[in-house]
């Protein structure tokens, strides 16, 4: 049995993914050339569906596990195609943008077909394991020039772990290196199962408080505190990952508590500081969500130095990542 905190993610019905008939997964992006998800040119595959809600969330259309509706007002050309094809009335013509009734739509895609110029899109797409590994078959040539490789982002990829579990097996098969990008947020039997299939896990540490963790991410910090410690213990290889949100996660106290939790872990490879930005504000908009930080400010370089001084006083290899 699982302690009370473990317990409290059943609703995630990771079940849903579990089996050795599964074959697809739902994926939101693969993204080519990526150089900022573990060593070298790498390709992202960004997994849909994620059980944390950060409030600073660059990829909010990997939150949900469905398929979403996104309009980009930007490329609408006002033809009406898709008022006049959606059978639901989901759909109406105000301002000279297009209105979503999202309570009606059911993300038949019908609309997004009709629109001619792509403002109306479906974003998450079911792909095969076959699939996915041909795209990373094209860039073999790149991992091998820069010892790069695949990540596995998301969203959470541990919310479908048999498929990523299929394309961990195909990238061993390929001798290709592998980079899982994890919020730690899952039930430790799924965490145990990865522990020896990648070369390393890109883990998410963010608040160290816990109230203050579920506030800002809408789940308790005890689960991806206890599997960060697990990794280690299994002589899994780690780096960790710690965005800085000014005022939230920038404090003096906060950074001496990461500091002394990432410490104790004695093995953590390097921690990459990422700076806050607004790069995914649009797409909350094109997806019809309230972005909850729009007085945030970027953190300066010379915030950035200070906190990465603090953390190298515990003997940690500290990156700053310029986005």
């Known amino acids: 049995m699982y302690p009370a905190e473990e317990k409290d993610i059943a609703w995630l019905q990771y079940s849903e993914y579990v089996g050795p008939a599964m074959k697809k997964g ?10 900022h998800d573990g060593p070298g040119i790498r390709t992202t595959v960004f997994f849909k569906g994620c059980p944390l809600r950060c409030w600073w969330c660059h990829n909010p259309e990997g939150q949900s596990r469905s398929f979403e509706l996104v309009y980009r007002h930007r490329r609408c050309v006002e033809c009406g195609e898709c ?13 000279k943008q297009v209105v979503i009734d999202r309570k009606r739509c059911t993300v038949c895609g019908v609309c997004a077909q009709k629109c001619p110029s792509e403002a109306l899109s479906i974003v998450g797409k079911k792909m095969s394991v076959e699939e996915v590994t041909k795209v990373i078959e094209r860039d073999m040539p790149f991992y091998n020039e820069s010892r790069g490789g695949v990540t596995f982002s998301g969203g959470e990829p541990l919310l479908q772990p048999d ?6 097996k195909e990238c ?3 001798d290709i290196n592998t980079v899982l ?10 965490v145990d199962r990865f522990c020896r299939k990648v070369d390393l896990f890109l883990y998410d540490i963010k608040i160290m408080d816990d109230s203050k963790h579920k506030k800002y991410t809408g789940m308790s910090n005890k689960l991806i505190l206890k599997n960060a410690q697990r990794i280690v213990k299994n002589g899994s290889r780690l780096a960790v990952s710690l965005p800085i949100i000014p005022l939230i996660n920038d404090d003096e106290e906060n950074i001496e508590k990461t500091g002394e939790f990432l410490a104790s872990l004695k093995n953590v490879e390097w921690v990459s ?17 309230p972005y909850r930080l729009d007085e945030t ?27």
């Open 26 to 35: 739902i994926v939101f992006n693969v993204e080519k050339y990526a150089i």
């Open 273 to 289: 500081l990422l700076p806050y930005h607004k790069i995914g504000v649009e797409k909350y908009e094109n997806l019809g969500k």
């Open 83 to 95: 008022v006049k094809s959606c059978t639901r009335k989901a759909l109406a013509y105000l301002s």
């Open 163 to 168: 498929f990523l579990e299929a394309l961990l």
């Open 297 to 323: 400010q970027a953190p300066s370089s010379r915030k950035m130095g200070i906190i990465k001084e603090k953390l190298e006083v515990f003997g940690i290899e500290v990156r700053v990542e310029e986005r």
């Open 181 to 190: 990008d994890t919020s730690g947020y899952a039930p430790p039997n799924i």
């Open 172 to 174: 061993i098969k390929r």
